[in-house]
């Protein structure tokens, strides 16, 4: 299975279907650009896909996840986000980018709790370079 990376949004969305052992949620997710020209129309749309939980706002900056370079763990994301404080949420990721360009995204998806498992999908073993 051969998949070209993009923005972390655009790469989740690529692999939602093809995870064998495991689920990606879903998601929300727009562009700088979209946020500042249509706000209220992202809002709606995060609560009639997403429901009334409480969600993550994920970064997915240009910047990070790259086939070149990771920048993990250098934007922010906000846990447990409640819709009262989304709008507040996405604005403060997109401000943790420092140079935001209008095709920097976010991504939102229900925040989860009790979790077993959790990890990073790999398509080679990151020590050996092996593919699994």
């Known amino acids: 299975m051969y998949i070209s990376f993009g923005n972390k949004a655009e ?5 939602e279907n093809k995870i064998r052992c495991g689920r ?7 562009s700088y650009k979209e946020w500042r020209n249509e706000r209220k129309k992202y809002l709606k749309k995060i609560s009639k896909k997403l429901g009334d939980h409480n969600l993550i706002v ?7 996840d790259s086939k070149d370079s990771s920048h993990a763990g250098e934007f922010l994301s906000i846990l447990n986000v409640n819709m009262n404080k989304l709008s507040e949420a ?16 976010v991504l939102i998806q229900n925040m989860l709790n009790n979790i077993v498992f959790s990890g ?3 398509s080679h073993d990151p020590k050996t370079c092996s593919p699994y």
């Open 120 to 122: 990073v999908a790999f």
């Open 90 to 105: 996405i604005d403060d990721v997109f401000k943790s980018y420092n140079v935001i360009k209008d095709v920097d995204c």
């Open 11 to 15: 790469t989740l969305a690529k692999l």
């Open 58 to 64: 994920r970064s997915s900056c240009h910047k990070e």
């Open 24 to 30: 990606i949620l879903p998601q929300v997710a727009f």
